[in-house]
């Protein structure tokens, strides 16, 4: 449920609702806009049938949340969120691009690659540390070194860093040297290991699980908000179809669903969603297009011989040029890189 106070309430009157509904054991949430401000309430709505809020000074209704996501619902909080990593805000406001290899696999590929995707606009090197593959001989990831790396490509040349995380151990590690965790598709519904993510305090990429709905994808963002971790980003990076062209099948729908049911960024990975490098330029610009937060785009300096996913990474060429052919995109959408 959430209570909206009428226009330009004072906060006198906020606190007073609010701290009543948590007389009754419930927890609340404020969302204050430019006019209005509202009171989201968590818990057993039956502890309040006894109190007339609308009676209360400056309340102006009650709204119900029939959805299960509550904290990462629009209903609680209207206005988009902005996450705010160093001196970067991932919103409606800007487009991020977060840019880098599939797997770190030693620092000189590293910061070779940090340098060109630096040089052609990025604020984000991506690289994987931990790696969850299909098959368990593939490679797996260099751990926490490749975490090092990360921390010194992020120093060099100025960039953000994010890495994925597949347990509460490299969650740990990852806060020593990045300054944004990735929840993968295979672990969007380890729940055990959201709960650790909400609980790290760190920023969070949380990617859409192989056949998740919406829903299920929201609600999984609602347990790391629910440990107390608003700084939440959706990546929409393709679902499972029965379509083989591609990896995957790119839901561009998803980005104006979420964006209406939801307050958090979201941003598109069409690298994974295609697993072709050929596919990833025209789907980077239609996810601008429909109204995305970012992309989230793989870049290796030899695709030919990567150890992860090389037919979906663009070459530094053919990055330099979709970020130079993105800025009609930005440019029409208001946003700035």
């Avoid at 609702?17 to 948590?22: I, K, N, S």
């Avoid at 010194?152 to 994010?162: Q, R, V």
């Avoid at 490098?277 to 995305?292: D, E, H, I, R, S």
Wanted: aromatic residues 6%; negative net charge.
């Amino acid at each position: 449920m959430i209570i909206v106070m009428k226009p330009h309430a004072p906060e006198e009157a906020v606190k007073r609702v609010a701290g009543l509904v948590q007389e009754k054991g419930l927890e609340t949430h404020l969302s204050q806009g430019k006019e209005v401000t509202i009171i989201g309430v968590v818990g057993d709505k039956t502890k309040l049938s006894n109190e007339n809020l609308t009676m209360l000074p400056w309340v102006d209704k009650l709204v119900p949340i029939t959805e299960s996501y509550k904290l990462s619902n629009r209903k609680f909080h209207p206005e988009p969120s902005r996450v705010k990593i160093k001196d970067h805000e991932i919103g409606p406001d800007t487009l991020t691009i977060m840019a880098g290899p599939c797997a770190v696999e030693n620092e000189e590929q590293l910061m070779t690659i940090a340098r060109e995707v630096k040089k052609s606009g990025a604020q984000f090197v991506r690289g994987g540390a931990y790696k969850p593959r299909t098959s368990p001989y593939s490679f797996q990831g260099l751990e926490e070194e490749g975490l090092r790396y990360m921390a010194e490509a992020g120093k060099e040349y100025d960039l953000c860093t994010i890495c994925e995380v597949i347990s509460e151990e490299a969650i740990e590690a990852a806060a020593k040297y990045v300054d944004m965790i990735q929840i993968g598709a295979r672990n969007m519904q380890n729940f055990q290991l959201l709960r650790e993510a909400g609980r790290s305090g760190m920023p969070v990429l949380l990617k859409r699980g192989l056949a998740a709905t919406i829903d299920e994808w929201l609600n999984a963002a609602e347990y790391i908000i629910a440990e107390g971790n608003p700084q939440v980003v959706l990546c929409e990076r393709g679902i499972r179809t029965y379509e083989t062209s591609t990896r995957n099948t790119l839901d561009l729908s998803a980005v104006p669903v979420i964006r209406q049911k939801s307050h958090l960024p979201v941003i598109v990975d069409p690298s994974h969603a295609t697993g072709v490098c050929a596919y990833v330029p025209p789907l980077a610009k239609a996810a601008v297009a429909c109204g995305a937060d970012g992309l989230m785009i793989e870049v290796h300096n030899d695709p030919e011989h990567a150890l992860s996913d090389g037919p979906q990474s663009l070459t530094f060429p053919a990055f330099h040029q979709l970020m130079g052919e993105l800025e009609g995109y930005i440019n029409l959408s208001g946003r700035t890189l």
